[in-house]
């Protein structure tokens, strides 16, 4: 069995910051990519950044400059550095981890989500 666990949401003001994190673990080889995604209310889910095990990342452009994504294959753990954060970046955020478990299978895993809102 293998579980992913974001944390690290919450209400923060515009121009605020955040640092989610999400932590693999259980019955795992390796772990491929891991990124965040995010759903706003009435939209769908969308991928913020994403970060291959060579630490190369992929950012959206509506979050380039603010946010930052790293991990650490150490702890099978990603993060997400959110920065001068915005009302528009309110939305339910969700790990996400593609894992070769010790089948070997490598299946994609999401997180049950973390809520961030940002709200003067």
């Known amino acids: 069995q293998v579980q992913v666990v974001e944390s690290g949401g919450g209400l923060v003001q515009p121009g605020g910051s955040l640092r989610l994190s999400c932590t693999a673990s259980?019955?795992?080889?390796?772990?491929?990519?891991m990124g965040w995604y995010r759903q706003a209310s009435g939209k769908q889910r969308e991928l913020v950044a994403s970060?291959?095990?060579?630490?190369?990342?992929n950012v959206a452009d509506s979050v380039k400059g603010r946010f930052t994504i790293s991990r650490d294959n150490a702890k099978n753990t990603v993060y997400l550095q959110m920065n001068s954060l915005k009302p528009e970046d309110t939305a339910v955020y969700y790990c996400n981890a593609d894992i070769w478990d010790t089948s070997p299978r490598l299946i994609n895993y999401w997180g049950q989500g973390t809520q961030v809102t940002v709200s003067s």
């Open positions: 970060i291959t095990r060579s630490y190369s990342p």
């Open positions: 259980g019955a795992i080889s390796s772990i491929v990519t």
